[in-house]
């Protein structure tokens, strides 16, 4: 399969968040949800929905103070069916959602709460 853009690890990562999610996510989500960090995540974003992968949407109502607004992505029914192929293709199998598993960190370390568990 051609893609238009270069599919790395972290791309596939990215695909898999999306595909086994039940929502649309904000950046952060998908960096977490990857277990990659925003800095890796946000250029992805801008790849696929360049391509036409990932359409967006900004956050209408208030944050919270203190807290920007999000911008929230979520596959097209083109890109639904273009990562699906590609992580297929790439990794053998489809991400299966993980119930019940605690979500990873994003950036490769623990906060005090979450290592208590």
Do not use: N
């Amino acid at each position: 399969m051609k893609t238009p853009f270069r599919i790395t690890s972290a791309t596939l990562d990215v695909m898999e968040a999306f595909l086994v999610a039940d929502e649309d996510l904000h950046g952060f989500a998908v960096a977490r949800a990857a277990g990659k960090p925003t800095g890796s995540i946000y250029p992805i974003l801008a790849r696929m929905e360049e391509a036409g992968w990932l359409e967006s949407r900004w956050e209408l109502e208030h944050p919270d103070p203190g807290r920007p607004r999000r911008r929230f992505y979520k596959l097209t029914p083109d890109g639904m069916a273009s990562a699906r192929a590609v992580v297929l293709e790439r990794r053998g199998q489809l991400p299966t959602p993980a119930v019940g598993k605690p979500s990873r960190p994003a950036f490769g370390f623990t906060f005090g709460w979450e290592a208590a568990r």
